[in-house]
């Protein structure tokens, strides 16, 4: 094993373990600084695309970038996972927020503007300094001390308006900030209101400054319970037309439904709905600590590609370039022949055109660079970041997964997520095979009545019937054989190949519950024993 990575367990074992996050973070940070660092330095990528990553963007905890337009839910959303208001946190029906607010943990309730906070090398934020006092005006990090908040950070963004005159009137690069964010975030959230379905100029430019990150992000339909089925049906059709005219991939995008905020629900008929779509999303949240290690690998990869293919496009500029006489024209003769380049450098070096920048944004950028200045090629930079990417990426992909079996899985705690987990309002409880636990009747009963009616149509024989006879019965309700088989091993108690009237009931039970949509339990839950089996039955363990 590489000698970093020996370094690294060598502390595991004297520390007495850490978890996957922390052990990971030398080894990346040290493959990034020995290995990407000098050559993005040597071709100006920090110039053309993204500023250098500091020890503070290996360390952060996971983060969550929610974006969408004015008033559709973005600061309730968080103040509904927190349960709890933060600073800087305005509401209403009006555009309110018009900042950038980062909502991390604090041990004492504050705020820190953004001309402070890009010069704390404990906070992630450094470099967005380079975007200057019109933005930095426009950010602020919102800390208290939350439950939450101690395993994710949150990001709330401007709410977006339509029309040209907004983007100018911010005064800073909005897309060009949220493209930062998002190379470093863990998830963005996209939100939209139920009754707001339209994509602005300014929403599907922010949208595409997501390009290559397709795969953080996630749609939430807000506000979904201020409108009945049949209109639900048709708001969610129109929210995924729109989404695929500006977002182009081939997988289709997923979208959580509800309504995401602690009010009566106006309209109960999606409830079950709702419940469900809010638990996938919470699920999907509170696996980001656990994930944190793979994202932050997963974008260095990202990163090193597009900075070996950076690379390779300035030093074939830089080689095209004539030593006298004629350099300006030959310059604009490159920009202008950048998609034939690309192409070219797609044969030469066997690279995916998908590790490519977009050619217009990189036309524009080159306007302003002297060509002659640019770096010639050099191989042991490239060998460099080759060697990291087929060797020592696997073996910190095996540390990760070492790590994740030797720590105790990690999830996020607090807030609305504790409100999920508690009581009997967590998803499913009193409902499918969960139905009668609480309840000292043996909840088959109450319809037992009409499966002994079917039951004794089947020719028992010593108050059992043959498997073959209760085929008859069960395959009219026309679920698989797979499912079938599972049923009539779950209800045949006592292991015999026969049925009596109770385990035909249950059986009969079984699949009502599969005809509902609810899953079948993996093993039978102790409710649903029927009584004349439970004392033949082994207690568990």
């Not at 470099?127 to 395993?151: E, H």
């Not at 049906?233 to 995008?253: C, D, F, H, Q």
């Not at 930079?381 to 105790?408: G, H």
């Not at 139905?435 to 043996?442: Q, R, S």
Request: with cysteine.
């Amino acid at each position: 094993m590489f000698s970093w990575l020996g370094r690294q367990a060598g502390g595991r074992e004297r520390s007495g373990g850490m978890d996957a996050v922390q052990t990971v973070t030398g080894g990346l940070r040290s493959l990034y600084q020995r290995k990407v660092l000098p050559l993005e330095e040597a071709y100006r990528f920090h110039e053309f695309h993204s500023p250098a990553l500091e020890d503070a963007d290996f360390e952060n905890k996971p983060m969550i970038l929610l974006v969408g337009q004015y008033s559709t839910g973005k600061t309730t959303f968080i103040r509904y996972l927190l349960e709890q208001d933060f600073p800087g946190m305005r509401i209403g029906p009006e555009p309110t927020t018009d900042s950038f607010i980062a909502v991390m943990y604090g041990e004492t309730e504050g705020s820190t503007p953004g001309n402070a906070l890009v010069v704390d090398p404990k906070k992630p934020f450094r470099k967005l300094s380079r975007f200057g006092n019109a933005f930095l005006n426009r950010f602020m990090c919102s800390q208290l001390p939350n439950q939450v908040l101690k395993s994710i950070s949150i990001i709330d963004s401007p709410g977006i308006l339509s029309g040209e005159k907004q983007r100018i009137s911010r005064g800073y690069d909005f897309c060009q900030v949220l493209q930062w964010f998002a190379e470093r975030v863990d998830r963005i959230i996209l939100l939209f209101d139920a009754h707001k379905l339209d994509i602005s100029d300014e929403f599907s430019e922010a949208i595409k400054a997501f390009r290559g990150q397709d795969d953080k992000i996630r749609v939430v339909l807000n506000k979904a319970d201020q409108v009945d089925t049949q209109q639900l049906m048709r708001v969610y059709g129109a929210l995924m037309w729109s989404l695929g005219k500006v977002i182009n991939t081939p997988e289709v995008l997923r979208v959580y439904i509800g309504s995401f905020w602690a009010q009566p629900l106006q309209n109960t008929d999606n409830r079950r709905l709702f419940e469900a779509e809010a638990q996938d999303l919470f699920r999907d949240i509170q696996s980001l600590p656990q994930k944190a290690a793979v994202r932050k690998l997963n974008d260095l990869i990202k990163r090193a590609r597009l900075a070996k293919v950076h690379a390779y496009i300035i030093s074939y500029l830089k080689k095209e370039m004539p030593n006298v006489f004629g350099k300006e024209s030959k310059k604009r003769e490159l920009i202008f022949r950048l998609p034939e380049i690309y192409v070219q450098l797609q044969r030469e070096y066997q690279i995916s055109a998908g590790d490519f920048p977009e050619v217009k944004a990189m036309q524009e950028q080159l306007e302003n660079y002297d060509f002659t200045k640019f770096h010639s090629l050099k191989p042991k930079l490239i060998e460099a970041v080759d060697n990291m990417l087929t060797n020592k990426i696997s073996s910190l992909m095996s540390l990760i997964s070492q790590e994740e079996m030797n720590t105790p899985t990690q999830m996020v705690q607090g807030g609305a997520f504790d409100g999920t987990t508690e009581g009997p309002f967590n998803q499913g409880y009193g409902e499918g095979a969960k139905e009668g636990a609480d309840e000292e009747e043996w909840v088959v009963a109450k319809d037992k009545p009409v499966y002994d009616e079917l039951f004794y149509t089947l020719s028992p024989i010593n108050g059992k019937i043959s498997g073959v006879n209760a085929k008859k019965e069960m395959v009219t309700s026309k679920l698989p054989n797979s499912v079938l088989g599972k049923i009539w091993k779950l209800a045949d108690c006592d292991c015999d190949g026969m049925l009596d009237e109770e385990e035909f009931a249950l059986a009969k039970h079984l699949i009502k519950i599969k005809l509902d949509g609810y899953e079948l339990p993996n093993s039978l839950p102790p409710h649903l024993v029927p009584p004349s089996h439970r004392k033949s039955l082994p207690k568990a363990d």
